[in-house]
């Protein structure tokens, strides 16, 4: 197996023993300090990837080694991070994000632990929101925390899966920019699901993109070539951005579905490929992407 800090081997899941499996043979390698965004269909086992990954589920086949020690089961070094926000209603946004730091560090003193926590509550842009209940807090502060908290333990890897569905747009893309700042000040290695292609776009390294299910595998590994320093407001300026979008977009309505139905005869899934569409013009490829092996 590759030396990455993450290296996924063989993975498949079924769920009866007499069925077919939800996703098989799935196989990728994530560096420390990349950030990776997984999109597919419904159903393809997006969710149970990340969380085979954070150590809640088990697989039915295939190893996960993460900085070269196997995933058998939940871990700190493993922070997660759901649609849902999960606070805990009768603590503070202190007191969520300090219990998460006391679970970690349980020889700290109170005093120790809260200024750690205020840290990262300062960071997702809560200052002065610290005593205030979950109750109290709009759906897009309440996410934040969850972040802040998620942050606050110091994971070795940070596990999102659809943080930010539940918001609407603005509140979205304020949320968004937290990330970004957070991530880049503290080069977090991150594995995240979304079904939002432009979101996919703004936040990733690199883009997983899922076969259907049933037996669905990664099909391609998308690059983003576009600059890290890329902005909601300024990424669709750039010729690569609209490159990547409709390459993504074309795999989600048609050629996830091909794939899916070569399956259904009989067929075996493609290798993964690795592929470039946003320099597909500058390379001169004339196909839509520049490929390599995976």
């Given at each position: 197996?590759?030396?990455?800090?993450?290296?996924v081997?063989?993975?498949?899941?079924?769920?009866?023993?007499?069925?077919?499996?939800?996703?098989?043979?799935?196989?990728?390698?994530?560096?420390?300090?990349?950030?990776?965004?997984?999109?597919g269909?419904?159903g393809?086992?997006?969710?149970?990837?990340?969380?085979?990954?954070?150590?809640?589920?088990?697989?039915?086949?295939?190893?996960?080694?993460?900085?070269?020690?196997?995933?058998k089961?939940?871990?700190?070094?493993?922070?997660?991070?759901?649609?849902?926000?999960?606070?805990?209603?009768?603590?503070?946004?202190?007191g969520?994000?300090?219990?998460?730091?006391?679970?970690?560090?349980?020889?700290?003193?109170?005093?120790?632990?809260?200024?750690?926590?205020?840290?990262?509550?300062?960071?997702?842009?809560?200052?002065?929101?610290?005593?205030?209940?979950?109750?109290?807090?709009?759906?897009?502060?309440k996410?934040?925390?969850?972040?802040?908290?998620?942050?606050?333990?110091?994971?070795?890897?940070?596990?999102?899966?659809?943080?930010?569905?539940?918001?609407?747009?603005?509140?979205?893309?304020v949320?968004?920019?937290?990330?970004?700042?957070?991530c880049?000040?503290?080069?977090?290695?991150?594995?995240?699901?979304?079904?939002?292609?432009?979101?996919?776009?703004?936040?990733?390294?690199?883009?997983?993109?899922?076969?259907n299910?049933?037996?669905a595998?990664?099909?391609?590994?998308?690059?983003?070539?576009?600059?890290?320093?890329?902005?909601?407001?300024?990424m669709?300026?750039?010729?690569?951005?609209?490159?990547?979008?409709?390459?993504?977009?074309?795999?989600?309505?048609?050629?996830?579905?091909?794939?899916?139905?070569?399956?259904?005869?009989?067929?075996?899934?493609?290798?993964?490929?690795?592929?470039?569409?946003?320099?597909?013009?500058?390379?001169?490829?004339?196909?839509?992407?520049?490929?390599?092996?995976?």
């Open positions: 197996m590759d030396k990455h800090f993450l290296s081997e063989g993975l498949s899941k079924r769920y009866a023993a007499d069925g077919p499996p939800v996703f098989e043979r799935v196989s990728f390698g994530i560096e420390r300090g990349e950030f990776v965004c997984v999109i269909h419904s393809c086992g997006k969710t149970t990837i990340l969380n085979v990954l954070a150590g809640l589920e088990a697989t039915s086949d295939g190893v996960v080694i993460m900085d070269q020690r196997e995933v089961g939940p871990s700190l070094d493993r922070g997660v991070v759901f649609q849902s926000h999960a606070l805990m209603p009768w603590f503070s946004v202190l969520n994000v300090v219990f998460a730091v006391r679970s970690r560090w349980p020889e700290w003193p109170r005093a120790k632990a809260e200024e750690h926590a205020r840290r990262f509550i300062e960071m997702v842009g809560l200052k002065g929101a610290e005593h205030k209940k979950p109750s109290e807090l709009s759906g897009g502060m996410q934040r925390v969850g972040i802040a908290r998620a942050f606050s333990i110091e994971p070795k890897m940070l596990l999102m899966d659809e943080p930010f569905g539940a918001l609407d747009a603005l509140t979205r893309g949320v968004q920019d937290e990330l970004l700042k957070i880049a000040a503290t080069r977090q290695t991150v594995f995240m699901i979304t079904h939002d292609v432009d979101e996919a776009i703004l936040l990733a390294d690199k883009i997983f993109l899922m076969s299910g049933p037996r595998c990664i099909a391609e590994v998308v690059l983003n070539t576009m600059p890290k320093a890329r902005t909601r407001e300024s669709h300026h750039d010729p690569q951005f609209y490159r990547i979008r409709n390459h993504l977009v074309d795999f989600l309505v048609y050629r996830s579905k091909q794939i899916q139905a070569a399956q259904a005869t009989g067929g075996q899934a493609p290798a993964t490929r690795v592929v470039t569409p946003g320099l597909a013009q500058e390379a001169g490829t004339g196909s839509g992407f520049s490929q390599a092996a995976a």
